[in-house]
């Protein structure tokens, strides 16, 4: 398993630490493509958090490592928890995930299609976002969904203080 474009995750909540030039080609691709969105139906862009960032990819992580996909972590862990976790404490929050799609724009363009999550994408009050996109090309086929595995997994968290 690996972040595309880095090195092995072995330390995903690291990422908090880093610039901003870190992100994958692949994330910033979401980012820009999140931001036109928000630009088409009058929100500011988003500006990327390393809080948030590290929330982000630290639930990948999770996702591809202990095979599950959901929002809340097979530890209990939530989105609340995990940015505390990460350093980023109050405010509003909101979080996209998805697993299976391998381009930036197909992930976004489902995300659209998905009236929660293109809520989340809309709300204007959201003026931070972190992004992480982890593969894992050993991945195994996750109980309860398709009979593939998913390989990318995705997650977005949106943060305002």
Known sequence: MKRVGTAILSAALMVASLPLAAMTTQESEVLDLI??????????????????????EGHAVAMATKNFFG?????????????????????????NIAAGWSTPQKTVSEWMASSG????????????????????????????????????????VFGKK
Do not use: F
């Open 35 to 56: 931001n036109q969105e928000r630009a088409r139906h009058g929100c500011g862009a988003l500006s990327v958090n390393a809080r948030l960032t590290a929330a982000a």
């Open 117 to 156: 999550h293109r809520r989340n994408i809309l709300t204007c009050k959201y003026r931070e976002t972190g992004i992480a996109m982890v593969y894992d090309p050993n991945d195994a086929p996750i109980p309860g969904q398709p009979s593939h595995p998913m390989k990318y997994y995705w997650v977005q």
């Open 71 to 95: 929002h809340k972590g097979p530890n209990g862990s939530t989105l609340r928890s995990r940015t505390n976790h990460a350093g980023y404490r109050g405010g509003s929050l909101a979080e």
